[in-house]
């Protein structure tokens, strides 16, 4: 009896102790640098590209579910650049309508789930959805990304088709020339550990 009373004893110490101690923190990672380019393709063949590295925004993986990604990636929609000053200024000012402030400014990813990473490594090739906001509407995305880890920081090469109808974006005409319905969108980025986040597993 005593030794029953003595092993129920220390198994309450040892859950009172356990419910004292920190929970483990999810790695999460600051957008330290990338690059953002939309590849446009033309009606009559070919294509152009606007590119801009404005973006930033922090992500963090979900601790209940490791293809989770909570957080968002956000891209100012000002900086993109195709090469032509009166090309961005039109993409700018009357397709992308950036003059209509918040939701029409900014691009925003969010609600990203993983599909085919492990748990273990969280890098490696796999598919993704996620939410776009654009054009101040928001859509579901999917794609194919590609993750590297080097200690502490990842690298993401991410890429997806945005249809611009789905956003109310008029399809966009220059020199009598026009884009073709579906763009794609290429993501380059570097993830610098967010301050307080854990190690890299």
Request: aromatic fraction near 4%; hydrophobic fraction near 40%; proline fraction near 5%.
């Amino acid at each position: 009896m005593k030794s029953n009373r003595r092993s129920a004893a220390l198994a309450l110490l040892f859950a009172a102790a356990a419910t004292r101690l920190p929970a483990a923190e999810a790695p999460s990672w600051r957008i330290a640098r990338g690059e953002v380019r939309v590849v446009c393709p033309l009606t009559v063949g070919g294509s152009f590209e606007a590119r801009t590295s404005s973006l930033g925004g922090t992500l963090e993986l979900g601790t209940v579910n490791p293809a989770t990604l909570t957080g968002q990636v956000s891209v100012e929609l000002k900086g993109l650049d195709t090469g032509i000053g009166l090309r961005n200024e039109h993409m700018r000012d009357h397709y992308l309508e950036i003059g209509k402030g918040p939701g029409f400014d900014t691009a925003v990813l969010s609600d990203i789930q993983l599909g085919d990473v492990t748990a273990d490594t969280f890098q490696g090739r796999t598919r993704f959805t996620g939410t776009l906001l654009l054009h101040g509407t928001k859509k579901p995305v999917r794609g194919q990304a590609e993750i590297r880890r080097d200690g502490g920081s990842a690298r993401v090469e991410a890429a997806f088709p945005v249809v611009l109808a789905d956003f109310g974006i008029e399809k966009p005409r220059y020199l009598g020339v026009g884009v073709r319905d579906e763009v794609q969108v290429k993501v380059s980025l570097t993830g610098a550990p967010a301050t307080g986040s854990a190690p890299a597993r």
